[in-house]
């Protein structure tokens, strides 16, 4: 995949949030923007972009060992070297063939050279950033309940380590200006925001004096900034949101509560929810799509659970008419965490077919159509 340029958006934005120090002016563009689209194939088909995201990023130990493993396995072998790519692969061609491909990175990430933690209190060496880079990923969302695990040195080394590697973030920030700068793409000439909000931080506080490094849950905040988004040029704005009950399928009803007050703003295009470490269902409330849960992109919990190592890609195919974007075709991709070894990231929809496989397959399937999604038009490849 190419690198999608990000529209850089300056000034301040009229964000209503716990986070923000915000005035109430509208963000400007830094230099001017004329909204272009990208040029129809044929006649008859309107303008497209596609949207691949992934679930939670949650680096544990074993992990990091193997991503040791992996670099010395290529000749690159060191006291300090890390290689996250090949256990990316399996899902490279997936993430690489979006326009845009959006993951959610759970865990903190450290400066080269230092020290890397799990659970409780999770940091991954700053390669995994270059992994990601390379599976074909554009930006990440970044507010969890592990974006405080190391303070304000955790936010900046993490984003420090993103921008290093070309990924775009938000959710985290390391200065009030970053934190009141909507995110917004260009895909291939359509302007797409991307916002994102987490629930807590298992009992760390935001610093009186540096409220704005990372955002926590609030409807009337998120909804803000995506209308400060739409204000600076984005025609699609994700909400990317951390929320609901871990190892658990079925949505809260507080996601559902929350589902239903997003979907109902104009200001809000797609939901991508994050958390659970287990799949949930995906469904159309109103006119949007939300995903309530991804699952685990890739993790390795001290106790695998096998529901805990299965994911979803979902894909969505935005289509323009009329002036006005909408979800054309939702899908969404099952994935598994071998834990091997080696340990891998697998595509269920394209790799051989195992028993384990098609466990993962069958079970992934009831789950995310068990609120009636495949009703409103929700595939998956090859079924």
């Not at 497209?48 to 679930?55: D, E, H, L, W």
């Not at 890390?82 to 990175?105: K, M, Q, T």
């Not at 894909?315 to 099952?334: H, L, M």
Request: aromatic content about 6%; some cysteine.
């Amino acid at each position: 995949m190419s690198r999608r340029a990000v529209l850089a958006v300056l000034g301040t934005a009229a964000l209503v949030a716990a986070c923000s120090s915000a005035d109430s002016s509208s963000p400007e563009p830094r230099s001017d923007y004329t909204q272009t689209h990208p040029s129809a194939p044929g006649a008859s088909e309107p303008p497209s972009f596609s949207v691949v995201a992934t679930g939670d990023i949650l680096v544990h130990p074993e992990l990091t060992e193997q991503a040791s493993a992996d670099a010395a396995a290529a000749g690159n072998g060191g006291p300090d070297e890390f290689d996250y790519s090949p256990l990316l692969e399996g899902v490279r061609p997936l993430v690489s063939d979006a326009d845009l491909a959006l993951c959610h990175l759970e865990v903190p990430l450290a400066e080269d050279g230092g020290t890397y933690a799990g659970y409780p209190q999770f940091i991954a060496p700053p390669e995994l950033a270059a992994g990601l880079a390379d599976t074909g990923y554009d930006g990440c969302s970044t507010a969890s309940n592990h974006t405080l695990d190391h303070g304000a040195d955790g936010v900046v080394s993490t984003l420090d380590a993103l921008d290093g590697a070309g990924i775009e973030h938000t959710g985290s920030a390391r200065s009030a200006e970053e934190a009141d700068t909507p995110l917004i793409y260009d895909v291939d000439g359509v302007a797409v925001g991307h916002v994102s909000y987490t629930f807590g931080f298992n009992g760390f506080e935001l610093p009186e004096d540096k409220p704005w490094l990372s955002n926590p849950l609030d409807a009337d905040a998120l909804v803000a900034e995506a209308e400060a988004a739409k204000d600076a040029g984005a025609e699609v704005v994700i909400a990317s949101v951390h929320w609901g009950q871990e190892y658990v399928h079925e949505p809260t009803p507080d996601q559902q509560a929350l589902a239903e007050r997003l979907a109902s703003e104009e200001s809000i295009d797609l939901v991508l929810g994050h958390h659970a470490h287990v799949v949930q269902p995906i469904e159309k409330v109103g006119d949007t799509w939300v995903a309530y849960g991804l699952g685990n992109s890739v993790a390795r919990h001290a106790e695998p659970r096998g529901v805990s190592e299965e994911g979803i890609a979902a894909r969505f195919t935005f289509v323009r008419e009329d002036g006005e974007w909408s979800v054309e075709q939702a899908e969404y991709v099952p994935t598994l965490v071998e834990l091997g070894p080696p340990i891998r990231l697998v595509d269920l929809a394209t790799a051989e077919p195992t028993e384990r496989r098609t466990e993962a397959l069958e079970r992934t399937d009831e789950i995310v159509r068990s609120r009636g999604g495949a009703d409103d038009g929700l595939t998956r490849p090859g079924n």
